[in-house]
């Protein structure tokens, strides 16, 4: 990390950094805290929920091309995509926290208000996403910073993911029990604003560095140059399967709600705080346990980071991606037979196992965090000097698509996979006496209320938050194999290339002034 403080002030790391963190909180409370919110607060269906999930990517197909173009295509004194940056930091406060309104429509009525608010989000979000993506490669022009500077930021990024997925739940817990829609709001606000207010003080701490002079160019054209780079492709397919390695973290706050209901005696401890204190609080079971459950991962992901300049003097970014595959494929596996067969995770021995083995299930996720953006800024490169032309937009628009459509088709078959197996939380709520009381003793023995066998859906949620995520791990490795790219010769000609740019603009420069001192002559 020493390196980058050589090359790059620290005033331009930390700003960059604040990108990553504003990002990453902003959507963590959405990957966190949405679904609960909408089946076990707002009254939706799992269907309907994967429904309002998946029906807003169909504007995605139009709104992430279209906010690629016109990326592509702007080109003012502050760079190409900083200028997002400074525009749609507070709007995004404000759609974030709209999607957890306490409205109170019938079903129908709040499931209509649930897809707008979330197309309202996602194009607020999307306005700033895709510039921030496209920043990398303009900012940092060299591949190894680059790799370091990236590794750095989402370090500080990470914390960013972390804080909503610990905290959330027990600050919207501050409202109590009868009151969850106003907390769940309250807790929106709060982080949405602790995300986008560093997001808009970042602008003012770095600079574009890769001068894009301006060109008439349509998003198609584009399309046709990507599409013909197979490393492009390649790095596409892998990114669409990537997007499942962490998707079943949508179901922590269902395991910590159901699947360790009565672990931890909530209404015993709130009196004891009462009593000892005198203070009166209503705690929540996912308030108390999603911060615990998620030390181990947090702590991994931002080890993970940290530690791939480290892998890469090693190896070369494809090896790697390949290597916490499987690493992460079985850490997965394990992690399920675990918890259902040998420590229970329904007990509090179980919990404290599956902490532990979440610092190594998450470990891939925060690797390839950083190899995705490495990667997919190589590619960037590598088009420009083979066309002249610099595609940012058009690439992580692209990306950003793909990432999301993988999203909402893995999210609607989670979510019903799990509805089709009998989860209702009113019928839930009543089984557990209001969550006082597990909602099964065993994880291998049938507990069966109405027709439903709780112990089956509980171990199909325990799943998808596990094993599944091995699934992504294995079909995001088959595309890399295909993947060709020599890292050494590239930065060898990356190197002369920009040197030979530089010196033609300079010259272009020169060729100006002199016209313009000749002309006034």
Partial sequence: MKNIFKNKTAREIMAFSLLPFGMSTIYGIMSTALNLYLTDVLGLSLAMTGVVLSATKVWDAINDPMMGMIVDKTHTKMGKCRPYIFWMSFPVIIVTALLFAPVNFSQKGNFIYAIVAYLLYYTIYTALDIPYQGLT?????????????????????????????????????LWGREHQKEGYFGAALIFAALGGIPMFFSAFGFKEKVYIPPKKEKYIDGLKIVFKDKKFVCLTIA?????????????????????????????DLCAWIKNTFGISIQLTSEGLLIPLLQIGSGLSYMLSMALVPVFLKKMDKKT?????????????????????????????AGAVTYTIMRFFTNFPVGVMTVLLVAMFSDVVDDIEMRTGKRLEGTVFS???????????????????????????????????????????????????????????????????????????????????????????????????????????EIEELNAIAAGAASSEK
């Fill in 320 to 348: 790697l991606w390949i290597g916490v595959s499987i690493f992460g494929i079985i850490a997965d596996v394990l992690c399920f037979v675990i918890g259902v067969w040998i420590i229970p995770y329904n007990t509090v």
């Fill in 137 to 173: 490669p303009l900012v940092f022009p060299e591949d190894k910073k680059r790799v370091k500077a990236i590794s750095f930021s989402n370090i500080i990024g990470s914390l960013g993911s972390v804080l909503p997925s610990i905290l959330f739940f027990t600050v919207a817990g």
């Fill in 398 to 504: 692209f990306r950003s698509l793909v990432n999301k459509i993988a999203i909402a088709v893995f999210n609607v078959l989670m979510l019903d996979i799990v509805d089709k197996f009998g989860y209702n939380a009113d019928t839930m709520t009543k089984i557990t006496d209001n969550l006082s009381r597990p909602l099964i003793e065993s994880t291998t023995q049938a507990a069966i209320y109405g027709g439903i066998n709780y112990t089956t859906l509980l171990n199909v949620i325990f799943f998808m938050l596990t094993a599944f995520g091995a699934i992504g791990l294995l079909l995001q490795s088959i595309p890399m194999l295909f993947y060709k790219f020599d890292e050494k010769a590239q930065a060898d000609k990356l190197k002369a290339f920009r040197e030979e740019k530089q010196k033609r």
């Fill in 239 to 267: 990114a669409f399967f990537s997007a499942i390695v962490n998707m079943g973290a949508m179901f922590l706050p269902y395991f910590a709600k159901w699947n360790c209901a009565g672990v931890i005696p909530i209404d």
